[in-house]
């Protein structure tokens, strides 16, 4: 038993859909529910930046037209569907002739470098500092500077960005305060723009990892505290096999099972906090290009970067549910017992 | 708090050394729920001694320091940000409405989850699978980033719009851990008791169960509310929340807009933030305080309550 069986396969794949079609329906059902117009509210910005817009109501019209909001809505849900499917997210609103996906595709690849680098060193430095501080052997010193670790666990991201910001980038002058990389170097693999990329990301990845790391220290700590009292655990020990042996072989290695789990139920809220990060830190990933659309109610561009960001968490998510079973070989059979 | 211990089990409590015995003391619970009560305070007894007509734009002058600052006025002690905005009247009308976006977001989600989670434990079968699944799959949504879609489109014109549109992703977190409290519960001795007595279900739910749940229900709820706060803020931040009235991120947009971190205005941005982080850090206390309660294990070896 064990392993990726058929059952959980398909199991996990549906809910992957699940996520995607619930979340993308809700970027199209709330806004009509409402009943605002996303063309009237453009008009009249266009209204206030220029005092005066002729023939506004044929513009409104011809807006409506173009976009098919006059047909019904089941027929546009289904069209909102088919686009999504298949990465057709039509024209910017503000930049009209570009099309809302070549806006966003540029940022991508600073968002998902920021963010993988991100995750992935919360999560060890978490599941490091939470199990040291759940078992029984840690050294007493060790034990009392730890929870420190944990004092920023409560802070925004985004927030603590700010007081680093003022702190280190205009107070101390240390490290860039804002954007993805200087003016004064060549794009390109060389040296020079790789180290100044390095200096840019140092800020924006502390306020994320330093925020983030003690929600996973906490879960883990509980993990681990179960794990001590586990009869393997104490032969384990009385078999005289060395601490670190017990603690990683015995300790983290059956704790940290339930930990990954909440790991991918924990990437969407990580995310969602990464694009402030972004935004403070100017950081040219697609957090920040979100917030140059909200500015310039640029809709269908923020329609694009929420699709985006829906489909990549929960591919993440699908990703991680899938290897799963490879690291604990229970859990497929768990789930045919409880189902 | 404390009647709970002592209701639900008169022999034991009467045993006790002292009332100041009961779980319900925690120290991180009790510590967390004084500050939040103590920050309530200010927001609400603040426009006793507190002009918050200053807190709208162009009524007071513009980029004052701080009074304790060279050129402070002490008509202004916590200084003006460059729309004529004084600091001390935004924060006192932000903070209650903050704090009360916070607790009707989570309330929602709570009821929903409430009703949801003891259906999927309670019942199981086909509905409990249905409610998993889709709760397990609404819970890994990015939920900033479909509510920012949302607020874009939505002008928020009022906090309780705010509130209800929060509450839209603040239901799974409480519908999970219910129906994992339900699911064991109903294992339990005095439980199945009352289901042999022929008891409703709806009795067993709100007399055997929920008591038997409340320091994890009231861990989900103020785990909720700053969840709530905390996207509530974000919005804000970015310029999407109300905007006829200040709320704490609403401040800290109109800051960084005007780039008050360049023009070392610290004492625009940073009041805002260090309530937001208070306020977060109190909750925080109170939820692992609360988790603690209900699990003695995580109490840990020596370091206690």
């Given amino acids: ?339 | 708090m404390a009647v709970v211990a002592t209701n639900s089990n008169p022999k034991i409590a009467s045993r006790r050394v002292s009332i100041w015995d009961s779980p319900w003391l925690n120290s991180k619970f009790v510590t967390g729920g004084v500050i939040i009560v103590l920050v309530l305070l200010f927001g609400l007894l603040g426009p006793l001694f507190w002009n918050t007509d200053l807190a709208f734009t162009a009524s007071s002058p513009v980029n004052l320091p701080p009074v304790w600052d060279t050129g402070g006025d002490p008509a202004h002690p916590l200084g003006t940000e460059s729309n004529g905005r004084d600091m001390l009247a935004q924060l006192v009308v932000a903070i209650p409405s903050s704090l009360k976006v916070g607790l009707v977001a989570a309330s929602i989600g709570m009821a929903v989850g409430i009703l949801l989670g003891s259906i999927a434990g309670y019942v199981g079968g086909w509905p409990d699978h249905i409610i998993r699944t889709i709760t397990d799959s609404v819970i890994t949504i990015p939920s900033l980033m479909v509510l920012i879609a949302i607020t874009a489109y939505v002008k928020m014109t009022d906090t309780t719009a705010m509130a209800l549109v929060l509450a839209l992703f603040a239901w799974p977190g409480p519908t999970r851990l219910i129906r994992s409290q339900v699911l064991t519960l109903r294992e339990r001795g005095f439980v199945r008791m009352a289901l042999l007595s022929n008891v409703p279900a709806l009795e067993i739910m709100l007399t055997e169960m929920v008591p038997n749940m409340l320091p994890w229900l009231a861990a989900s709820l103020t785990g909720g509310i700053s969840g709530a706060i905390l996207g509530a803020t974000g919005l804000e931040a970015l310029g999407l929340g109300p905007t006829r009235v200040p709320s704490l991120g609403t401040i800290i947009n109109n800051a960084l807009r005007s780039s008050a971190l360049v023009r070392g205005m610290v004492w625009w941005w940073l009041p805002p933030i260090i309530v937001l982080i208070v306020i977060f850090t109190a909750f925080f206390l109170m939820t692992i305080g609360l988790d603690e309660i209900a699990n003695p294990r995580l109490r840990g070896y020596g370091n206690g309550k």
């Fill in chain 1, 1 to 339: 038993m064990g392993g990726l069986t058929r059952g959980y396969f398909i199991q996990r794949l549906l809910m992957f859909f699940l996520t995607i079609w619930i979340g993308v329906s809700l970027t199209f059902a709330i806004p009509r529910l409402s009943g605002s117009d996303p063309t009237t509210a453009m008009l009249l910005t266009m209204m206030n930046a220029r005092g005066y817009v002729e023939n506004a109501d044929k513009i409104i019209a011809a807006y409506k037209e173009s976009f098919g909001l006059n047909d019904p809505i089941g027929i546009q849900y289904i069209r909102y569907l088919w686009n999504v499917i298949h990465f057709d997210y039509g024209f910017s609103f503000a930049k009209f002739p570009a099309a809302a996906w070549s806006l966003v595709t540029p940022a991508l690849p600073w968002t998902l470098g920021l963010l993988t680098v991100a995750s992935v060193l919360s999560f060890i430095f978490g599941v490091t500092v939470g199990s040291l501080m759940g078992w029984r052997k840690t050294p007493r010193w060790l034990n009392n500077i730890l929870p420190v670790s944990l004092t920023f666990t409560s802070i925004p991201y985004f927030m603590f960005g700010i007081l680093l910001i003022s702190i280190v980038a205009f107070k101390l002058h240390w490290l860039p305060a804002t954007g993805g990389y200087s003016r004064d170097v060549n794009p390109g693999w060389n040296a020079p723009f790789i180290k100044d990329v390095l200096a840019h990301a140092i800020m924006p990845l502390i306020s994320i990892v330093i925020t983030s790391m003690g929600g996973w220290a906490l879960g883990m700590r509980g993990l681990m505290i179960g794990v001590n009292n586990e009869d393997y655990f104490l032969l384990a020990q009385a078999k005289g096999l060395s601490p670190a042996r017990v603690f990683f072989r015995y300790g983290i290695r059956n704790a940290i099972l339930p930990a990954l789990t909440a790991f991918a139920l924990g990437i969407g809220s990580l995310i969602g906090g990464s694009i402030l990060v972004e935004y403070i830190f100017a950081y040219p990933g697609t957090g920040y290009t979100l917030y140059r659309a909200i500015q310039e109610q640029d809709y269908t561009v923020i329609q694009t970067i929420t699709n985006l960001i829906i489909i990549i968490t929960a591919t993440g998510v699908l990703i991680l549910d899938l290897l799963y079973p490879l690291i604990d070989p229970r859990i497929t059979y768990k789930k045919s017992v409880a189902s």
